[in-house]
T-cell receptor, first 115, second 117 residues
Framework: AQKITQTQPGMFVQEKEAVTLDCTYDTSDQSYGLFWYKQPSSGEMIFLIYQGSYDEQNATEGRYSLNFQKARKSANLVISASQLGDSAMYFCAMREWAGRRALTFGSGTRLQVQP | GAVVSQHPSWVICKSGTSVKIECRSLDFQATTMFWYRQFPKQSLMLMATSNEGSKATYEQGVEKDKFLINHASLTLSTLTVTSAHPEDSSFYIC?????????????FGNGTRLTVT
């Protein structure tokens, strides 16, 4: 069974600073993908970044980077130069390629960026 | 632009009535779509997997007779909440992805906020 754990229910960060949102996962599969989504108060789910289990390099997408430590089964999201518009819920999710192929989500972290 | 369209974005209905929610993939053919439910301040919970041309697969604890799923075409899946009750009030969100690319994320509709009075 797969499981995603996000241990930070809420985080505060000052504008322009970097913040790390934690995510650990549990799977017995070798092939899987890790995703981060942002959910603003409007409810839409915005895809941010992807990391494949076989990817050797950490993924980066603009101000977002993923600190992937496979042996520790962690996939932390790093947001650099935080902006007020980054305030939202952030969900870590995983999909096993050999399974149902649905995403399983963590409980989320609410990030608030302070001016 | 949006690659998954969901309609309606919100609906209020009376207890005992049925509500249909549509989910369309706009840029690709989706043989599989997923329906999630989200309660306030909680995560997304998978309800069911919608398979084009066959029966949906429901997660444990989800009543298939209450949440009817139809996936009649490669671009459309519908979720019908039958005989809705106040406890069915929630945020329902569908998703689909292009399975030809492993790194392709699931794209989500904008969700439907259902309120049953």
């Amino acid at each position: 069974a797969q499981k995603i754990t996000q241990t930070q229910p809420g985080m505060f960060v000052q504008e322009k600073e970097a913040v790390t949102l934690d995510c650990t996962y549990d799977t017995s599969d070798q092939s899987y993908g890790l995703f981060w989504y942002k959910q603003p108060s409007s409810g839409e789910m915005i895809f941010l970044i992807y990391q494949g289990s076989y990817d050797e390099q950490n993924a980066t997408e603009g101000r977002y980077s993923l600190n992937f430590q496979k042996a520790r089964k962690s996939a932390n999201l790093v947001i650099s130069a935080s902006q007020l518009g980054d305030s939202a819920m952030y969900f870590c999710a995983m999909r096993e390629w050999a399974g149902r192929r649905a995403l399983t989500f963590g409980s989320g972290t609410r990030l608030q960026v302070q001016p | 632009g949006a690659v998954v369209s969901q309609h309606p974005s919100w609906v209020i209905c009376k207890s005992g009535t049925s509500v249909k929610i549509e989910c369309r993939s706009l840029d690709f053919q989706a043989t599989t779509m997923f329906w999630y439910r989200q309660f306030p301040k909680q995560s997304l919970m998978l309800m069911a997997t919608s398979n084009e041309g066959s029966k949906a697969t429901y997660e444990q604890g989800v009543e298939k007779d209450k949440f009817l799923i139809n996936h009649a075409s490669l671009t459309l899946s519908t979720l019908t909440v039958t005989s809705a009750h106040p406890e069915d009030s929630s945020f329902y969100i569908c998703s689909a992805g292009d399975w030809t690319v492993a790194s392709s994320p699931l794209h989500f509709g904008n969700g439907t906020r259902l309120t049953v009075t």
